[in-house]
Each structure stands twice: as C-alpha cells, then as structure tokens.
C-alpha cells in the first residue's frame, strides 16, 4: 500500500479525514474489514471493477447506470502527493450501482477503485464543508459495502 498520508487539505473532506493525517480513518476501515470473515481491499476494488467494467455480478439484485460527467477523459496523477501511479481520474464516466434490496446507492469512478485498491480508503459517507454536513453519493465504509454491496 501507498502512504495514504500525505493527502492534500482540499481533499480531506472526501475521506472523512479531519487532519493532515489518514492514518485514524484507515484505522477505522481496517478495524471493519478485520471483522469481516475473508474481508479484503482486493475484494472490494475487484467488486468496484466488476461493477465498472461490466463484469460478473448479481444482475437481479444490483442495477448499474453509466452516468457521464462534463470532465474530459485526462490521465491524472493520484490526489495521495506519495502515489505516482497515474489515473484515469476524469474519465467523463461514473457509474452508479443500486442495490435494488434497500436502494442504496454506490457511485464508481476510476478514482474510488484505484483509492480503495492502492491506499485503502472509502469516501465517507457524510461530508463536511464548513459547518454543514451533506451525503455524499461515493461515500460507504467497509462494513456498509460488504452489507451492500458484496452479494
């Protein structure tokens, strides 16, 4: 794994991290995935792809839109200043994965995989700009995703 530690302040908000340090959120998901029998970040990343790349997946239980974005397709480096992998993080595609069970609703980008897959972090759920709290629709934990999202 990539020092997920070095993240830029203007991306803090996305992860739910609320210092110049990932290493508590981590923390956190990793508590999760321990708790999870077989829980893994390969398994999860793989299941983002699967759900991105059209792959082998529950297609009565999971319904998957392509959603497209107003961002041009733009290799990118990694938003981790320590990762130099490159992305493609503005790909102009996103797709969005409803569990058709509870209605609950993942959005994936090339961005959410490769974050998941290389530095271990899920976007939180809830997100703070400011004083104020919103849902962001990227946003999962580990246990939520194995809930959800892992059939």
């Keep these: 794994m990539?020092?997920?530690?070095?993240?830029?302040?203007?991306?803090?908000h996305l992860f739910g991290i609320k210092s110049s340090s990932a290493d508590k959120r981590i923390k956190e998901l990793e508590r999760q995935l321990a708790a999870?029998?077989?829980?893994?970040?390969?398994?999860?990343?793989?299941?983002?792809n699967a759900f991105y790349c059209d792959g082998e997946y529950n297609r009565d239980r999971y319904k998957v839109e392509e959603r497209a974005t107003a961002a041009k397709s733009q290799i990118q480096p990694c938003m981790v200043t320590s990762c130099r992998l490159g992305m493609n993080y503005f790909n102009g595609t996103r797709k969005v994965v409803t569990d058709q069970n509870s209605g609950l609703e993942l959005w994936i980008n090339a961005a959410t995989i490769h974050m998941a897959k290389e530095h271990h972090l899920l976007q939180a759920r809830q997100i703070r700009e400011g004083e104020e709290y919103y849902t962001n629709p990227w946003g999962i934990d580990v246990r939520g995703f194995y809930e959800y999202f892992m059939d």
């Design 2 to 12: 990539n020092n997920p530690t070095k993240i830029p302040r203007e991306y803090w």
């Design 36 to 48: 999870i029998e077989g829980g893994s970040w390969k398994s999860i990343a793989d299941r983002m």
